[in-house]
């Protein structure tokens, strides 16, 4: 069964339901009763989080409100491309986009990359394994590389796509210089469309400044779309660490 995983990572819920539960338990033993009164509250608090997270992670789910593939198909709708050449999936996880470019296009050759942290829930293996499942392994290929220093040529790219990764890139101080290196992979002419919390100003500036700044790279057209008005995403998953700050950019270079 193909696995794309969940943003929401089940360690992160789990670990967060087994500390609301200790705190609880301890406020059972034999103590002051401020001490008490202060660990039930923490705990209260703590499994409320875990709720929360849980609701976030039902959402997210294919079994829920589908909310990741919903995203992921608003990205690819507004990457203008009819699949000649090749293209570059940066910040894979578990290969949907990159796979699902694939079976769109099936004259296509797909290229995933990933730093497949030991932070998340992700791996080439789980890729690769997705990519056999979908019938399409032969034109797609996993590498481990981060998106800062891509290891490919200028231009080698018809198409470069990218989900909520620019933000995660821990090695780079400027989220700006990530899109700088994508577009540095795409051919003059080839198509993007990039998904990430654009709407952040502490990354990445005001939208105005970031689509001049882009332009500035040689970009001849590109536009900035609003994820959260246009999938009328729930308030509820409009959190800033979560959807509250998604947005689309996309166009040619």
């Not at 919903?70 to 986009?97: R, V």
């Amino acid at each position: 069964m193909v696995n794309y995983g969940n943003w929401i990572r089940r360690r992160i819920i789990v670990v967060i339901l087994a500390v609301g539960t200790l705190l609880v338990l301890f406020a059972l033993l034999p103590l002051h009763a401020l001490i008490r009164a202060l660990l039930l509250l923490a705990g209260g608090v703590t499994l409320a989080t875990a709720g929360f997270v849980l609701y976030a992670y039902y959402q997210f789910s294919a079994s829920g409100g589908n909310y990741q593939a919903k995203l992921w198909s608003f990205l690819l709708e507004h990457l203008h491309w009819d699949g000649s050449g090749a293209a570059l999936d940066i910040g894979t996880g578990n290969g949907p986009l990159a796979i699902t470019l694939a079976r769109r296009h099936p004259q296509a050759r797909v290229t995933g990359i990933d730093y497949w942290g030991k932070g998340w829930e992700y791996s080439r293996q789980v890729c690769e394994a997705n990519a056999a499942l979908e019938g399409v392994a032969d034109r797609v290929t996993f590498l481990k590389a981060s998106a800062s220093d891509l290891p490919f040529e200028d231009g080698e790219f018809d198409a470069v796509v990218s989900h909520f990764v620019f933000h995660e890139v821990a090695d780079a101080d400027d989220k700006r210089e990530v899109i700088r290196e994508a577009l540095r992979v795409l051919r003059k002419g080839g198509s993007f469309a990039f998904q990430d919390m654009f709407w952040d100003a502490r990354l990445y500036g005001d939208a105005e400044t970031l689509l001049a700044t882009l332009q500035s790279w040689g970009v001849d057209d590109v536009r900035l779309v609003d994820t959260r008005a246009a999938l009328g995403i729930s308030r509820l998953l409009r959190f800033p660490s979560m959807l509250g700050y998604a947005a689309l950019i996309h166009g040619t270079k």
